[in-house]
């Protein structure tokens, strides 16, 4: 569904129609440049599914006039805007087309294998998503976590009653909720990923029960709490911004690629800029529990690396915490968009948008040589560490049941 709205910059004063792609969240933010001066504005929409409505506001150099009709719009030059498509970069102000139904058959394709013995699921809407909001999920899991950290069990247990089951109820607990949630965000595809590791954690308690205790029983004690710290951090950052991120997530989750020469839609470049660093950062740091689990599948102590031992280990530098089980073919997708240029760009700020244009542009450490990737690309390796600190994080949450 594509909702038509007549859109006027507050700097040039010029006016031109906006078509926005309605997504699947209660709000959706975008930002985007004004065709004629290419200052950035921006809009927010609040969507009432229920009601099958939608009210635009303008946040930023833009007001939405009320007095322009919908026929008037038709000859405004038009900005095409999605919360979860790219668009092709010679479309984006391009009225009538909706470029985003190619890829819609491209995640259909995928969805369709999953769509049977999954009850819930009826249409495209409810396979992508299940009917339900990830950000007003997320929100009452973090209220219910915050209350668990403060000791107000009960009050936790309330807010959790509002939490909207995806898959089983399992026991009800928070824990239980998170892995609900984290299974739902890695679905379909990278579903398949933290089966993998399931299996991986599997093979090893086959093989190596008392390797596996001892590290579980040391990781309760010296890890868990500052790993979760960091993945509430770091999800808590996403899904504040997740109109951004979404724009390429559902083609990680499908496992499809990202088109060519396609870009997205709405830049909020500034809000974003540090993510990755951030996420790097929390990834890496969390390393530490498939490198452990790597030295017991190895037949080693969990502590004893094949060169160090885990006090050098976590001493060492975060972008070479997955080298440990870099040559592991069952763990090392989790290196995967791990590029630590980008994380120092990222990190000290040294990473810029050129205006009126998709790319990004960073420099290397080391030589200070200048390298570009699409914005599309840049969130597209965000949403990557995500997937991959949500498949880290289910793994913990079972882990920490055992
Ligand atoms: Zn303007």
């Known amino acids: 569904m594509v909702y038509r709205y007549p859109c006027k910059c507050r700097t040039c ?3 031109f129609a906006l078509r926005v792609g309605i997504g699947h969240e209660g709000s959706q933010r975008h930002f985007f440049l004004c065709p004629f001066c290419e200052e950035e504005c921006s809009i927010s929409l609040a969507l009432d599914f229920n009601q099958g409505q939608a009210s635009i506001s303008s946040t930023d150099n833009c007001t939405i006039p009320e007095d322009v009709s919908m026929a008037q719009t038709c000859s405004y030059k038009v900005v ?11 479309q984006r102000h391009q009225d009538g087309v909706f470029p985003w139904l190619k890829d819609t058959m491209r995640f259909y ?3 369709k294998k999953y769509d049977k013995g999954t009850h819930r699921l009826k249409d495209m809407r409810d396979l992508i998503n299940f009917n339900e909001s990830f950000v007003d999920n997320w929100q009452i899991l973090n209220r219910a976590w915050s209350l668990v950290g403060n000791n107000r069990l009960r009050l936790s247990r309330n807010v959790l009653k509002a939490y909207r089951w995806i898959y089983e109820k399992g026991n009800g607990s928070l824990w239980s909720a998170l892995h609900d949630f984290s299974r739902g965000m890695l679905f379909p595809e ?50 504040r911004d997740f109109s951004e991120y979404k724009q390429t997530l559902n083609y990680i989750r499908c496992g499809v690629e990202l088109p060519r020469g396609s870009f997205a839609s709405s830049r909020g470049f500034e809000r974003v800029k540090m993510f990755y660093g951030n996420a790097f950062e929390a990834l890496t740091s969390n ?11 190895n037949n080693r102590e969990f502590d004893r690396f094949e060169t160090m031992d885990l006090s050098k280990y976590v001493s060492i530098d975060k972008s070479g915490r997955g080298n440990p089980f870099a040559n592991n073919s069952k763990i090392n997708f989790l290196l995967e968009s791990v590029n630590t240029t980008i994380r120092n760009a990222s990190h000290h700020g040294s990473i810029r948008l050129l205006k009126g244009r998709d790319i990004i542009e960073y420099r290397s450490g080391g030589t200070g040589a200048r390298r570009e990737m699409s914005y599309a690309e840049y969130i597209h390796h965000c949403n990557t560490l995500v997937m991959n600190l949500f498949i880290m994080f289910a793994v913990e949450l079972k882990i920490g049941e055992q």
């Not at 095409?80 to 010679?90: G, K, R, S, T």
């Not at 090893?204 to 390797?211: K, M, V």
């Not at 390393?287 to 599948?297: K, S």
Request: proline share 4%; hydrophobic share 40%; net charge negative.
């Open 287 to 297: 390393f530490v529990v498939p490198a452990c689990l790597n030295n017991v599948w």
């Open 13 to 15: 004063d010029a006016t």
């Open 190 to 239: 990278r579903g398949r990923l933290l089966e993998m590791y399931g299996e991986f954690l599997e093979e090893i308690r086959d093989r190596h029960a008392d390797g596996l205790a001892a590290f579980i029983a040391f990781y309760e004690k010296t890890f868990r709490e500052e790993n979760f710290r960091q993945y509430r951090q770091v999800f808590n950052e996403y899904f």
């Open 109 to 111: 394709e995928v969805l």
């Open 80 to 90: 095409n805007l999605h919360p979860d498509y790219i668009v092709p970069f010679d």
